[in-house]
């Protein structure tokens, strides 16, 4: 009788590296992701891609090659198979043995691609095992960038580059159907769609530059090249993007903008799209907005205990205007949104002035301004008040009218929330009166201001930082010591899937609230320095310092809140 393989889960415990809980726990997750148990063990950090993959080859008898070994790279032989198979298939020759050709492979159970091979090759195979990663890497004959976490290989095959030259007439473009789903551009732009959404991209730049078209994807606040079109590609693609998007496709002197609704994984996934003219093309920008992104939870978004209780506080008054600020993609809308969800309910009625509206909400009656047709902020406004709301939402206040209007509804009894782009809670303050709006009307009307920023948040493979991952430099500006920091602080440890060591993001937070003496200031026309060290008296905390916490905490590390609050000099 034939001896039975050994499970993936059996051999991880019989070599120590983990646990029979830890096997149960990824062969949930792998039941519930339709996945692996080896990429499911990978993406909860309780193993790494090399050890998973040497576990596959003690289970399927084949052995395992570290391709960074300085040894092992001399046997690479790049010339041995086809460099379009290599990219296709991710392999790798690693010359001859007995009349056999090794070749290195990720995955073993994909006999279809060694049946090609021995097809190709016309000789027998003996596979070896090697990660993904390291099979990208030499395949593309460079380094992976630790930050980007981008895929090494190219979203154009030579089947799609080979359709584009076939459909290339002499008029540059104009012939290639970017209607038909069987078109190789509209595949193209498919398949970059669906790869950023998986990549938790928030947004895609596609941008014409003279000689090619680069495409960037902005994972985590962090932009990184995905991949470079061919310049005789960049009418077909962006006329499809804009079709789809709802635009003029022969208007190219204007901006424009337009929406893109697809499924991702049968998720509803709403893409923001903005062309603006540039000197090599029109540079696009699709802004992916997820149905599930402003409704995290408040918990979530990274409050320390005594801010969540603070802001709970302040957004259940019954009147007022609350201020969220800071740079654009600070996560402001987010905490907004948050803020609604949680107001939410059938005795309150929410109306919103937006521009745009991002996501859509049951029960809040949401407004796009419409500058063209006159459906201006101060128009909106002024009706939104004739409609008895408890909450207005103003998506930003950026002039005096608005500003004024917005403060109107605050003193007449309306909780008001907005946003304000300034570096800090107290300068919040200052800028409006700049605006021109009155002092008493400000120093009367605002509740609280709160300012965030956005910090990359440590995956779940991390390790404590030692005295020599630590930078005096950063540590200083956080407020730490080298001593206070060691045995606390941790790292971030790249792996093959996130190559930075960082996964998702959370806030952290500065919340002013209003007191007599911050009022009288305001007052005042006092400067933002007094302002916030009235505030800072009262008991606010800075940026770097809920940034502080979240690194003692381990949820991120001292570069990040110091990439982020680096404004906050105090």
Same mark, same amino acid.
């Given at each position: 009788?034939?001896?039975? !393989?050994?499970?993936?889960?059996?051999?991880?415990?019989?070599?120590?590296?983990?646990?029979?809980?830890?096997?149960?726990?990824?062969?949930?997750?792998?039941?519930?992701?339709?996945?692996?148990?080896?990429?499911?063990?990978?993406?909860?950090?309780?193993?790494?891609?090399?050890?998973?993959?040497?576990?596959?080859?003690?289970?399927?008898?084949?052995?395992?090659?570290?391709?960074?070994?300085?040894?092992?790279?001399?046997?690479?032989?790049?010339?041995?198979?086809?460099?379009?198979?290599?990219?296709?298939?991710?392999?790798?020759?690693?010359?001859?043995?007995?009349?056999?050709?090794?070749?290195?492979?990720?995955?073993?159970?994909?006999?279809?691609?060694?049946?090609?091979?021995?097809? =190709? +090759? $016309?000789?027998?195979?003996?596979?070896?095992?090697?990660?993904?990663?390291?099979?990208?890497? =030499?395949?593309?004959?460079?380094? @992976?960038?630790?930050?980007?976490?981008?895929?090494?290989?190219?979203?154009?095959?030579?089947?799609?580059?080979?359709?584009? /030259?076939?459909?290339?007439? !002499?008029?540059? /473009?104009?012939?290639?159907?970017?209607?038909?789903?069987?078109?190789?551009?509209?595949?193209?732009? $498919?398949?970059?769609?669906?790869?950023?959404?998986?990549?938790?991209?928030?947004?895609?730049?596609?941008?014409?530059?003279?000689?090619?078209?680069?495409?960037?994807?902005?994972?985590?606040?962090?932009?990184?090249?995905? /991949?470079?079109?061919?310049?005789?590609?960049?009418?077909?693609?962006?006329?499809?993007?804009?079709?789809? @998007?709802?635009?003029?496709?022969?208007?190219?002197?204007?901006?424009?903008?337009?929406?893109?609704?697809?499924?991702?994984?049968?998720?509803?996934?709403?893409?923001?799209?903005?062309?603006?003219?540039?000197?090599?093309?029109?540079?696009?920008?699709?802004?992916?907005?997820?149905?599930?992104?402003?409704?995290?939870?408040?918990?979530?978004?990274?409050?320390?205990?005594? $801010?969540?209780?603070?802001?709970?506080?302040?957004?259940?008054?019954? $009147?007022?205007?609350? +201020?969220?600020?800071?740079?654009?993609?600070?996560?402001?809308?987010?905490?907004?949104?948050?803020?609604?969800?949680? +107001?939410? !309910?059938?005795?309150?009625?929410?109306?919103?002035?937006?521009?745009? =509206?991002?996501?859509?909400?049951?029960?809040?009656?949401?407004?796009?301004?419409?500058?063209?047709?006159?459906?201006?902020?101060?128009?909106?406004?002024?009706?939104?008040? !004739?409609?008895?709301?408890?909450?207005?939402?103003?998506?930003?206040?950026?002039?005096?009218?608005?500003?004024?209007?917005?403060?109107?509804?605050?003193?007449?009894?309306?909780?008001?929330?907005?946003?304000?782009?300034?570096?800090?809670?107290?300068?919040?303050?200052?800028? +409006?009166?700049?605006?021109?709006?009155?002092?008493?009307?400000? @120093?009367?009307?605002?509740?609280?201001?709160?300012?965030?920023?956005? =910090?990359?948040?440590?995956?779940?493979?991390?390790?404590?930082?030692?005295?020599?991952?630590?930078?005096?430099?950063?540590?200083?500006?956080?407020?730490?010591?080298?001593?206070?920091?060691?045995?606390?602080?941790?790292?971030?440890?790249?792996?093959?899937?996130?190559?930075?060591?960082?996964?998702?993001?959370?806030?952290?937070?500065?919340?002013?609230?209003?007191?007599?003496?911050?009022?009288?200031?305001?007052?005042?026309?006092?400067?933002?320095?007094?302002?916030?060290?009235?505030?800072?008296?009262?008991?606010?905390?800075?940026?770097?310092?809920?940034?502080?916490?979240?690194?003692?905490?381990?949820?991120?590390?001292?570069?990040?809140?110091?990439?982020?609050?680096?404004?906050?000099?105090?």
């Amino acid at each position: 009788m034939a001896r039975s !393989r050994k499970k993936l889960g059996e051999i991880l415990v019989a070599q120590g590296v983990i646990d029979d809980n830890q096997v149960n726990e990824g062969l949930k997750k792998a039941q519930e992701d339709s996945t692996r148990i080896g990429e499911a063990l990978v993406e909860l950090g309780l193993v790494s891609d090399h050890q998973v993959l040497k576990a596959l080859a003690a289970q399927h008898g084949i052995k395992y090659v570290d391709l960074s070994n300085e040894k092992i790279a001399k046997l690479i032989d790049k010339d041995a198979i086809d460099k379009s198979v290599m990219k296709k298939h991710l392999v790798l020759g690693m010359g001859k043995s007995g009349g056999k050709m090794r070749v290195a492979i990720h995955d073993p159970l994909d006999l279809e691609v060694l049946d090609n091979l021995r097809f =190709v +090759l $016309n000789c027998e195979i003996e596979p070896l095992l090697a990660t993904k990663a390291q099979l990208r890497e =030499v395949i593309a004959g460079e380094e @992976a960038s630790e930050s980007a976490g981008m895929p090494k290989e190219s979203l154009v095959t030579d089947s799609i580059d080979r359709s584009i /030259d076939r459909s290339v007439d !002499r008029s540059m /473009d104009k012939s290639i159907d970017v209607s038909s789903e069987d078109s190789p551009v509209v595949k193209l732009v $498919n398949r970059v769609l669906d790869e950023a959404v998986r990549m938790r991209t928030s947004d895609i730049h596609v941008e014409p530059m003279g000689d090619r078209v680069r495409l960037r994807y902005r994972v985590d606040g962090v932009c990184s090249e995905r /991949d470079n079109l061919p310049k005789r590609m960049q009418n077909a693609v962006l006329s499809r993007l804009k079709l789809m @998007a709802g635009m003029n496709i022969s208007e190219k002197r204007i901006p424009q903008d337009g929406r893109i609704k697809i499924h991702v994984d049968e998720v509803p996934i709403d893409f923001r799209v903005s062309a603006c003219p540039a000197y090599h093309g029109e540079s696009v920008v699709l802004r992916i907005l997820r149905p599930d992104a402003v409704r995290i939870g408040l918990e979530n978004l990274g409050f320390e205990p005594e $801010n969540l209780e603070t802001f709970n506080r302040v957004i259940k008054r019954p $009147n007022g205007i609350f +201020l969220v600020t800071g740079p654009t993609g600070s996560g402001k809308t987010t905490t907004l949104y948050s803020a609604l969800d949680v +107001l939410n !309910r059938p005795d309150k009625k929410i109306i919103t002035a937006e521009d745009p =509206v991002e996501y859509n909400f049951d029960g809040i009656n949401q407004c796009q301004i419409r500058e063209d047709i006159g459906f201006t902020f101060p128009s909106v406004l002024r009706s939104m008040l !004739r409609q008895a709301p408890n909450v207005i939402l103003v998506g930003e206040i950026r002039d005096r009218e608005v500003g004024e209007i917005a403060i109107q509804a605050a003193l007449t009894g309306h909780l008001v929330f907005s946003t304000l782009h300034t570096n800090d809670a107290p300068s919040a303050m200052t800028r +409006l009166i700049d605006m021109g709006i009155k002092p008493f009307l400000v @120093a009367s009307s605002i509740q609280a201001v709160m300012a965030q920023r956005l =910090v990359r948040v440590l995956a779940n493979t991390k390790t404590l930082a030692e005295e020599a991952d630590l930078d005096p430099k950063y540590l200083n500006l956080i407020g730490l010591k080298m001593e206070d920091a060691i045995g606390k602080v941790y790292k971030p440890v790249p792996t093959n899937d996130i190559p930075s060591g960082f996964k998702g993001r959370k806030a952290i937070f500065e919340m002013m609230l209003m007191n007599a003496e911050i009022r009288d200031l305001a007052f005042k026309k006092a400067q933002a320095s007094e302002i916030r060290v009235a505030a800072i008296k009262s008991g606010m905390k800075e940026l770097v310092e809920d940034g502080r916490l979240k690194v003692l905490k381990g949820v991120t590390t001292p570069e990040e809140i110091a990439r982020v609050s680096q404004s906050e000099g105090h």
